[in-house]
């Protein structure tokens, strides 16, 4: 029986020994999208006030973004490519998005205010 385990554990792919490693990151990038909302909408009550279209506007933003992805993804990203790749590629995108949405929205403030 120990045996038949370690001859298991032996012939296990890496993507097998890879694949616990990949949950915290997961995890890590659902809690980052959270975290993103809840900056991006303090950011917009300041800009256009704590209302249900400040809101809204997040939601469908959100949301939105999350629709090019799913139908979109194969006409641009070849099926050769790794999915973690892609998948490191699109939360190093979202990152560069999320930095700049903090610098970008003190702007459209003032776009607003007039």
């Not at 890879?18 to 997961?26: E, G, T």
Request: glycine content about 6%; proline content about 7%.
């Amino acid at each position: 029986m120990a045996e038949e385990r370690l001859a298991q554990s032996q012939d296990a792919s890496p993507s097998s020994r890879i694949l616990p490693l990949l949950l915290p990151l997961f995890v890590g990038s659902g809690c980052a999208a959270l975290i993103y909302e809840v900056v991006w909408l303090q950011l917009l009550q300041l800009v256009i006030g704590s209302t249900a279209f400040s809101l809204g506007v997040l939601l469908a933003t959100f949301m939105g973004g999350m629709l090019p992805r799913q139908p979109g993804l194969p006409r641009f990203v070849s099926t050769s490519k790794h999915p973690l790749r892609v998948y490191a590629v699109l939360e190093a995108a979202i990152a560069v998005i999320a930095i700049a949405v903090v610098y970008v929205v003190p702007l459209i403030e003032r776009i607003y205010a007039r």
